[in-house]
């Protein structure tokens, strides 16, 4: 099996992940309200609004799709300029309060890009059979069947087997101590997968499974899912890179602050977030006068609701705005 989350983590171990995690911002170190931005350069454009390589895109599912799977759909919407597919996020998506919303994104082919939206969304109702794993406290009975590597099931159960390991250890920061879950981390067996061709379900021919020096115990049962449906549209845009650059800037830029009329308490707020330190503004709840003012003008605070309406932190990314001399993305973070 390929090299995995849980497999990275034991080889990281704890100074490692906390290299990685150094200087990342987190709701205990923010107050209620936190303004953040960073100077955006789109003398080029690339990530994450150009997909170089649209099959890198993950399927919303713990299984990836085929690339197969993806340069077919890719193909319609090149041929006929739409395609429906379900659980394919082709069109990036910020999180956006409690819900998330369109990225734009484009897409280049034989030399000519393009910009791809979203044209309709659907959530639909699907019954699909899942597989995951319990840790085991204790090692099993002597006499239980146990699947041990390498594991005797085909490519597809190896990738499904594979994925349900990495589930349990989902969320595990390689130093904190394990996870805790309300339910079981399971693997949904997707259009992209044959559970009709599957041993995993309904009955995996072992009771446990033994992996490095942990027990654990699969189950497999059916689960009623929502599954999102997505059409993409295309339209051409350029034929080089200097004409795409110029209108893909246009895209991304969604309002220009300077002509918004700000008052300077207003105007203070932006500029403490785009200052070099600490390139943010904080404040305690209830909001200031002056960062709903400066709220308003970048778009976020006709969707931001009272604080005491949210449980958990929010946040509101990637607003990408002209302001003084530069072009700057704003993320607010909300705090309860």
Same mark, same amino acid.
């Given at each position: 099996?390929?090299?995995?989350?849980?497999?990275?983590?034991?080889?990281?171990?704890?100074?490692?992940?906390?290299?990685?995690?150094?200087?990342?911002?987190?709701?205990?170190?923010?107050?209620?309200?936190?303004?953040?931005?960073?100077?955006?350069?789109?003398?080029?454009?690339?990530?994450?609004?150009?997909?170089?390589?649209?099959?890198?895109?993950?399927?919303?599912?713990?299984?990836?799709?085929?690339?197969?799977?993806?340069?077919?759909?890719?193909?319609?919407?090149?041929?006929?300029?739409?395609?429906?597919?379900?659980?394919?996020?082709?069109?990036?998506?910020?999180?956006?309060?409690?819900?998330?919303?369109?990225?734009?994104?484009?897409?280049?082919?034989?030399?000519?890009?393009?910009?791809?939206?979203?044209?309709?969304?659907?959530?639909?109702?699907?019954? #699909?059979?899942? &597989?995951? +794993?319990?840790?085991? *406290? @204790?090692?099993?009975? $002597?006499? !239980?069947?146990? %699947? #041990?590597?390498? &594991?005797? +099931?085909?490519?597809? *159960? @190896?990738?499904?087997? $594979?994925? !349900?390991?990495? %589930?349990?250890?989902?969320?595990?920061?390689?130093?904190?101590?394990?996870?805790?879950? $309300?339910?079981?981390?399971?693997?949904?067996?997707?259009?992209?997968?044959?559970?009709?061709?599957?041993?995993?379900?309904?009955?995996?021919?072992?009771?446990?499974?033994?992996?490095?020096?942990?027990?654990?115990?699969?189950?497999?049962?059916?689960?009623?899912?929502?599954?999102?449906?997505?059409?993409?549209?295309?339209?051409?845009?350029?034929?080089?890179?200097?004409?795409?650059?110029?209108?893909?800037?246009?895209?991304?830029?969604?309002?220009?602050?300077?002509?918004?009329?700000?008052?300077?308490?207003?105007?203070?707020?932006?500029?403490?977030?785009?200052?070099?330190?600490?390139?943010?503004?904080?404040?305690?709840?209830?909001?200031?006068?002056?960062?709903?003012?400066?709220?308003?003008?970048?778009?976020?605070?006709?969707?931001?609701?009272?604080?005491?309406?949210?449980?958990?932190?929010?946040?509101?990314?990637?607003?990408?705005?002209?302001?003084?001399?530069?072009?700057?993305?704003?993320?607010?973070?909300?705090?309860?």
């Amino acid at each position: 099996m390929p090299c995995s989350r849980r497999r990275a983590l034991r080889l990281l171990g704890a100074a490692a992940a906390t290299a990685a995690t150094a200087g990342c911002l987190n709701s205990g170190s923010l107050d209620s309200y936190a303004l953040i931005a960073d100077e955006l350069d789109l003398s080029s454009v690339g990530r994450p609004y150009l997909r170089s390589d649209p099959t890198a895109v993950d399927a919303t599912t713990r299984v990836d799709f085929a690339t197969e799977t993806k340069e077919a759909s890719l193909s319609e919407l090149f041929e006929t300029g739409s395609v429906t597919v379900r659980q394919w996020p082709l069109v990036g998506r910020d999180r956006w309060g409690t819900e998330t919303r369109p990225r734009p994104t484009f897409l280049e082919r034989d030399g000519t890009f393009y910009e791809v939206r979203i044209t309709d969304e659907r959530r639909l109702e699907r019954e #699909r059979w899942h &597989f995951g +794993l319990e840790r085991l *406290d @204790e090692a099993p009975p $002597d006499d !239980a069947a146990v %699947a #041990r590597e390498p &594991f005797d +099931l085909s490519d597809q *159960d @190896e990738r499904v087997l $594979d994925a !349900a390991l990495d %589930a349990v250890y989902a969320g595990h920061d390689g130093f904190l101590g394990d996870p805790e879950f $309300d339910e079981l981390q399971a693997v949904e067996f997707h259009h992209g997968l044959d559970a009709g061709a599957s041993a995993l379900v309904p009955s995996p021919p072992f009771e446990f499974v033994e992996y490095g020096d942990e027990f654990f115990r699969p189950v497999a049962e059916r689960r009623t899912v929502e599954v999102p449906e997505w059409t993409y549209a295309i339209t051409e845009i350029a034929d080089s890179r200097g004409e795409f650059v110029a209108s893909a800037r246009d895209a991304i830029i969604e309002r220009d602050l300077n002509e918004a009329g700000l008052s300077e308490p207003a105007a203070g707020v932006l500029d403490d977030a785009i200052a070099e330190e600490p390139r943010r503004y904080e404040e305690g709840a209830p909001p200031s006068e002056k960062l709903d003012e400066a709220l308003g003008a970048l778009g976020i605070a006709e969707d931001l609701e009272p604080i005491a309406n949210y449980e958990d932190r929010v946040d509101f990314r990637n607003v990408v705005v002209e302001y003084r001399d530069g072009v700057y993305r704003f993320d607010l973070i909300v705090s309860p």
